[in-house]
């Protein structure tokens, strides 16, 4: 079974694959439904979500005058202090919401008693402390919300769940593996001994076990919870529905993460033919599944026909119409642009680049989308250095290691004055960075419509390794 995610990753700033959190602030009424506060792949994020429309005077009392101890608390009513804390979120300020998250719990235990409410309010506390990082703290607030809720409302309650998902990603984050499966799987059992067995609550919680059996190296366990997440969406909508589709295509793309890449097109395939099936070969909806399985061939680095083949098919069906959906054309422009900058033996011209870069001018947003595109360089073909004298990170003594590395970017996507800046240690993967960075290709800048060099782009890869007596 290959991993996941590669021993030796590249990183422009140093951050990794982050699970948002998604606080669900709720005034008198515990949260109405399964779905937890963390994944970001969540369909409906509590944090977007308009707050209490209690009125607040901001010359009274405003978010600063609260970070700042100008003004009591105790004069404010809870509805209030939850608007406030809201301004506090969404501005990121979690340290300085905690203070407000408490006095806000306070506040309901002093008008509302100790029960579900209290208990929601807990968990929003723990939240905003694990994302400050005050994970023990936060630990404490989600037992204690768990406890409160149980007492009042049952063992099997809704309201446990969102805190129990709380708990378990707290214990994700601090590297306690094997607490946050065992939470993670308690959150699910209520959510199906609430809301029944079939219930896609429960989906997003799989995800969750899936991205902690990851961290565990248990990759084939983590393949399971996707598979039974596949399953469960399949008896719900029906496995050759349309409603499965979404589905199919989360499966797919996790594939992909996991380097399956045959599996992962094999769901493309099936995909098409449901739609096939209901919609004709010429149905819009053949796009994505096309366009994805070009997409799965050039991430996989196999310049198989089949893949260029299904992107000029997208292509077709795009234009088919008499008013052509200018975006979608630009899309699939931009992927056989990649592709055949990723494989082509002759040299690119970048004509579809170009296609692209002027379609996007005839859009509303395309300004913002031509600096998305094309603005900075972007991997189009990605090779990676040999993993030869890497060893996992969970593996008795190794130290943490990196190389910097700093390159130009020519007109047409290749590298070169690629120079290894650090390496630590000196000397194990100086070499094989420097030639994956040679060989790989990145999508060029174009600057008000013309291809433009790119200097001193800079990639930083992480690894760990053995130290040698």
């Known amino acids: 079974m290959p991993q996941i995610w590669p021993i030796l990753k590249d990183r422009r700033s140093g951050g990794g694959l982050t699970l948002l959190c998604c606080l669900a602030l709720v005034a008198a009424s515990p949260p109405g439904s399964a779905q937890e506060p963390e994944p970001a792949s969540s369909s409906e994020d ?11 005077d901001a010359e009274v009392l405003s978010a600063d005058t609260v970070a700042a101890g100008e003004a009591s608390l105790d004069v404010v009513a809870r509805l209030e202090a939850e608007f406030m804390l809201r301004d506090l979120v969404d501005e990121g300020r979690y340290e300085e919401a905690i203070p407000l998250a408490e006095r806000l719990a306070e506040l309901t235990e002093e008008e509302l008693g100790i029960g579900v409410e209290f208990g929601v309010a807990l968990s929003n506390l723990g939240i905003l402390q694990r ?35 709380g708990l378990g990603v707290n214990y994700q984050a601090r590297g ?59 008896r719900i909508y029906g496995a050759e529905s349309m409603e499965i589709l979404p589905a199919i295509y989360k499966f797919a ?10 599996e992962e097109r094999h769901q493309y395939s099936r995909a098409m033919g449901i739609i096939r099936e209901h919609e004709g070969d010429m149905s819009e909806s053949m796009v994505r599944a096309l366009r994805e399985t070009g997409n799965s061939f050039r991430m996989q680095k196999y310049p198989e026909g089949r893949g260029i083949s299904a992107l ?51 859009l509303e947003n395309g300004a913002a989308l031509r600096t998305a595109w094309f603005d900075g360089p972007s991997y189009v073909l990605r090779e990676n250095p040999s993993n030869r004298g890497i060893s996992a990170a969970s593996e ?7 190389v910097l590395i700093t390159f130009d970017v020519t ?9 290894v800046i650090e390496a630590v240690p000196p000397g194990l993967k100086d070499d094989s960075t420097a030639l994956a960075i040679s060989r790989s290709r990145f999508r060029p800048r174009i600057v008000d419509g013309a291809f433009v060099r790119v200097l001193g782009q800079a990639r930083n890869f992480t690894f760990h390794y053995l130290p040698r007596d």
């Not at 008795?396 to 990196?402: A, E, I, M, N």
């Open 46 to 56: 509590p944090e977007t979500a308009p707050f209490s429309a209690a009125a607040l």
């Open 131 to 165: 994302r400050a990082g005050l994970y023990e703290l936060s630990e404490e607030s989600f037992l204690r919300s768990i406890d409160v809720i149980r007492d009042a409302d049952g063992f099997y309650t809704d309201a446990v769940i969102n805190p129990l998902i």
């Open 176 to 234: 306690a593996y094997f607490n946050a499966v065992t939470i993670f799987e308690e959150a699910r059992t209520v959510s199906r001994r609430v809301h029944g067995l079939l219930n896609e609550g429960q989906i997003e919680i799989l995800d969750h076990l899936s991205n902690t059996r990851i961290e565990m190296e248990q990759y084939a366990e983590a393949g399971q919870h996707q598979l039974t997440a596949l399953h469960l969406r399949e």
């Open 253 to 262: 793309r996790w594939l992909r993460a996991a380097y399956r890449y045959d």
């Open 312 to 362: 000029r098919r997208a292509l077709e069906i795009t234009l088919a119409p008499a008013e052509p959906d200018k975006l979608m054309v630009a899309e699939i422009l931009v992927d056989i642009g990649d592709w055949t900058l990723a494989f082509s033996k002759v040299g690119p011209t970048g004509e579809e680049y170009l296609q692209a870069w002027n379609l996007l001018g005839e």
């Open 396 to 402: 008795p003594g190794v130290l943490p290691g990196h």
């Open 411 to 419: 007109e047409f996507g290749r590298t070169t004055n690629v120079t």
